[in-house]
């Protein structure tokens, strides 16, 4: 089935009640027929749902209906998206292993990989920057995954994913990539080799700044079984689930089967019910959003590009953006409504449109159908040294945009009296 099918389908057939939306259970626990029953559902040999920090009805359409999407074998949702990153991560990697990583990233997943997992004995490893041969020259022996986000959130850097993962498989080594930013709609990594795909559902596929919720998606192609002493956790028997072996025993879905006995299972960042509903609400109509957001945005882009006080733009759908190349060849030729621009006048005058905007709403978020301003030097990105923002792609002077669904019209005199502010 095409995308727009499955965002809306897919995953779900009406059971008993024939409920055409997707129903909320809200339970957290389903009633065993006996013993025999109870263990055949928690040793994962029938399908069936016994506990909510392991699974759910509901949050399993949603699992299903993002894995369809994103063409992998297995899913699992999880609380946030920063939950998702940090469990994709935990699932491989442990005391003297290494993480490689571009050094565009989120913020949060930025202080995440350089401040909170060295504190756990794993070093990450950043590349100087986002080519193939620049992460190449990072990995070693102790590296267990290669981390990206296919579009960076705020840089807009588009990976080269197939070379990355080239690169990356060359070495033994699996790929983690974030996919938020352009959504399995414009963007599926696992077509270029990506390994695992992680999501904030928060942003795009939630779409209305309501809900927050993430995502790991296993390809199932990764070959655990050639590397037994690189992917101890995934070869050797797991004390922790009764000694299952998971790359054996679970071929389909190793990677994810073990996020969630292992990760949802022990350390407990569960979606809701009602937040997987609500996600899926976002998801049905992610497909007719995206066309409005990206026209919302260039609109607002070429405004900006045109402006006498603006001194820069960075708008993934211009033939100058360094990366539009990328953005050809990964988005299918799309953008994403992600941009970033600096006023004249640096750091101050872009705080100054921040502050003087009224229609675009001050905050930390993106893909939400209300357009959003971000100062990412004094918000998301606050934690971070100069050195960290110089490195992380973040000028002092930068400001982001997540353009929304209103009237462009609109969102252009918004800006156009703000910037008048900085004169
Ligand atoms: C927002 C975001 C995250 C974190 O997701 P939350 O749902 O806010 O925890 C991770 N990666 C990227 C690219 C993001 O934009």
Redesign the pocket.
Known sequence: MHDETLAIHGGYSPGSTRAVAVPIYQTVAHDFIDADHAGAIMDLETPGFHYNRINNPTVSVLEHRVTALEGGTAGLAVS????A?SMSILNLLGVGDNLVSVPQL?G??YTYFAHVLPRLGIDVRFATDDRPDSIAAVIDERTKAVFC?TVG?PAGNVIDLAAVCAVAHDRGVPVIA?N??PTPLLLKPIRHGADIVIH?L??FVGGHGTT???IIIDAGTFPWRDHPDRFRSMVEPEPAFHGVRYAHDFPDAPYATRCRTIGSRNTGPALSPFNAFLLLQGLETLPVRLPRHEANARAVAEFLAAHPRVAWVSFLGFPDNPYYELAQRYLRGHAVSIMTFAVRGGREAGIRVFNSVRLFKRLLN?GDAKSLITHPASTTHRQLTPTDLEHAGITPDMVRLSVGLEHPDDLIEDLDRALAATG
């Open positions: 946030t998206g920063s939950a990153v989120y949060a997943t986000e959130n974030d938020t930013v904030s928060t942003k927050m919720g993430g993106m």
